[in-house]
T-cell receptor, first 113, second 113 residues
Framework: TQLLEQSPQFLSIQEGENLTVYCNSSSVFSSLQWYRQEPGEGPVLLVTVVTGGEVKKLKRLTFQFGDARKDSSLHITAAQTGDTGLYLCAGAQLGQAGTALIFGKGTTLSVSS | NAGVTQTPKFQVLKTGQSMTLQCAQD?????MYWYRQDPGMGLRLIYY???????DKGEVPNGYNVSRLNKREFSLRLESAAPSQTSVYFCASRVGGSAYGYTFGSGTRLTVV
């Protein structure tokens, strides 16, 4: 059973468009993280959200943690070709401090000029 | 540069051969993790070590063993490689609990023929 469902799985857009990637679960998470991975490299942390309803902004990227801490979204405004990559959400399950993160299967984003 | 170092970067094994994947971090992180990444499957946890001297199984531990040699080093051993273990293996470390992000190595691409 996949605890974290990401959608869409693939996204191909033109430069300048906006997009949203979703990460959903039936489980509650104590925190949720977003990573970006480029080909041949390991994932790199973008953000951690901890509080239900929390919104964090990183330049053109906006991250939101659902009020019930079961879901999250990543919104990119005016996408650029440099945003191309695999976006992964990862969650730490509530009540299991110190245990490993569970990852979604990822969203592959392709931004063309 | 500070970070997580994995060796080797590429490896081809014959079925039944054994090998050890090495991972070292120089950030004084307490926790270390081994994941495998397969197309369409996302990142799946093999083993982790919450602190020096402890190791625990993850989602897919069969066919693997680990050793937390000291605080810096966490190795993954394949005793008798099988084609199903063809994958990209990532080591990661984290300074503390679930609110902290992972730092990943750049991965080992393993092919078992």
């Amino acid at each position: 059973t996949q605890l974290l469902e990401q959608s869409p799985q693939f996204l191909s857009i033109q430069e300048g468009e906006n997009l949203t990637v979703y990460c959903n679960s039936s489980s509650v998470f104590s925190s949720l993280q977003w990573y970006r991975q480029e080909p041949g490299e390991g994932p790199v942390l973008l953000v951690t959200v901890v509080t239900g309803g929390e919104v964090k902004k990183l330049k053109r990227l906006t991250f939101q943690f659902g009020d019930a801490r079961k879901d999250s979204s990543l919104h990119i405004t005016a996408a650029q070709t440099g945003d191309t990559g695999l976006y992964l959400c990862a969650g730490a399950q509530l009540g299991q401090a110190g245990t490993a993160l569970i990852f979604g299967k990822g969203t592959t984003l392709s931004v063309s000029s | 540069n500070a970070g997580v170092t994995q060796t080797p970067k590429f490896q081809v094994l014959k079925t039944g051969q054994s090998m050890t994947l090495q991972c070292a971090q120089d950030m004084n992180h307490n926790s270390m993790y081994w994941y495998r990444q397969d197309p369409g499957m996302g990142l799946r946890l093999i083993y982790y070590s919450a602190s020096e001297g402890t190791t625990d199984k993850g989602e897919v531990p069969n066919g693997y063993n680990v050793s937390r040699l000291n605080k810096r080093e966490f190795s993954l051993r394949l005793e008798s490689a099988a084609p199903s273990q063809t994958s990209v293996y990532f080591c990661a470390s984290r300074v503390g609990g679930s609110a902290y992000g992972y730092t990943f190595g750049s991965g080992t691409r393993l092919t078992v023929v």
